[in-house]
């Protein structure tokens, strides 16, 4: 089970850091990432992190701004927003797959336990 925080309204070029709890025991053999869905859109990758931490990766939008991070003694993935924009406003999704995958540009099939999502505003 995967439990997200830490979304809410924020003004353009603010910040905020989502959070990822997870209820596994296998935690640190997992990849984890994040994904939203705005309105009207399809679910995208965000960002992910290897289940060693040694790797991370971006859609090219979110690099430089967003910054995926994990703690494995607290079953936790994080998501540190910096400079948002209008176009950031998704509700944004932490994700998670046992072991490896075989991509840098992962969908949302690549991954096969999902939390319930929580809501991110950027207002201009």
């Known amino acids: 089970q995967l439990v997200e925080s830490g979304g809410g309204l924020v003004q353009a070029g603010g910040s905020l850091r989502l959070s990822c709890a997870a209820s596994?025991?296998?935690?640190?053999?997992?990849?984890m990432a994040w994904f939203r869905q705005g309105p009207g859109k399809e679910r995208e990758f965000v960002a992910f992190i290897t289940w060693s931490g040694s790797r991370t990766y971006y859609r090219d939008s979110v690099k430089g701004r967003f910054t995926i991070s994990r703690n494995d003694a607290s079953n936790s993935v994080y998501l540190q927003m910096n400079n948002l924009r209008p176009e950031d406003t998704a509700i944004y999704y932490c994700?998670?797959?046992?072991?490896?995958?075989?991509?840098?540009?992962?969908?949302?099939?690549?991954?096969?336990?999902w939390g319930q999502g929580t809501q991110v505003t950027v207002s201009s």
């Open positions: 994700a998670g797959a046992l072991g490896a995958i075989a991509t840098t540009s992962p969908t949302s099939a690549d991954f096969d336990s």
């Open positions: 596994v025991r296998t935690f640190s053999a997992f990849t």
